[in-house]
């Protein structure tokens, strides 16, 4: 009977992972969506003045663009194969996870969502949608994107829950 409620208990764990990291791949997916109908490619709008727009550009590169631009022929298979290996390590770590450690399994959910969301892009279209730019006067943060904020937002929480153990 106890064998059972630990994989009972694991199938939980495991739905949860997956439900709440799919959200954030729909949530993602969606944004993208309803952007690129409503804003053409290159163009944007002002949301607030000398602080935020909303952009619809194109990232074939990395994490702050890096690898983008001509020169880079392999960048789509190389960004592809990275993100499935960091979708799977990310879900074992779940896995592995204490069942307390609500901070951290968040944290992986984050990861592995904002990962699947911009992993669709690049097998969709070789190239990420990013829509959101901050900026101060000249100075612009690069556009992203929900799957990147989500990537973000779960890498600082992962450093601080590391730091924390030790």
């Known amino acids: 009977m106890q064998e059972f409620e630990m994989s009972t208990s694991k199938i939980a764990r495991i739905s949860f992972f997956v439900i709440y990291a799919a959200i954030l791949v729909a949530l993602d997916q969606l944004t993208k969506y309803l952007l690129a109908r409503a804003i053409p490619l290159n163009t944007g709008v002002s949301i607030i003045a000398g602080f935020l727009n909303l952009v619809h550009v194109h990232n074939t590169g990395g994490a702050f663009s890096i690898f983008a631009g001509p020169g880079f022929p392999w960048r789509r ?12 390590a990310i879900a074992y770590a779940y896995g592995k996870a204490g069942r307390k450690d609500n ?15 911009n992993l669709i892009d690049r097998i969709r279209l070789g190239e990420v949608i990013d829509f959101i730019d901050v900026y101060a006067g000249s100075w612009h943060w690069p556009a992203f994107n929900v799957a990147d904020a989500a990537l973000s937002t779960g890498a600082v929480m992962l450093l601080v829950s590391l730091v924390k153990k030790k």
């Open 103 to 117: 901070w951290t399994r968040i944290a992986y959910i984050l990861i592995a969502g904002g990962a699947c969301g």
């Open 77 to 88: 298979y190389i960004f592809i194969g990275l993100a499935v290996v960091v979708i799977a």
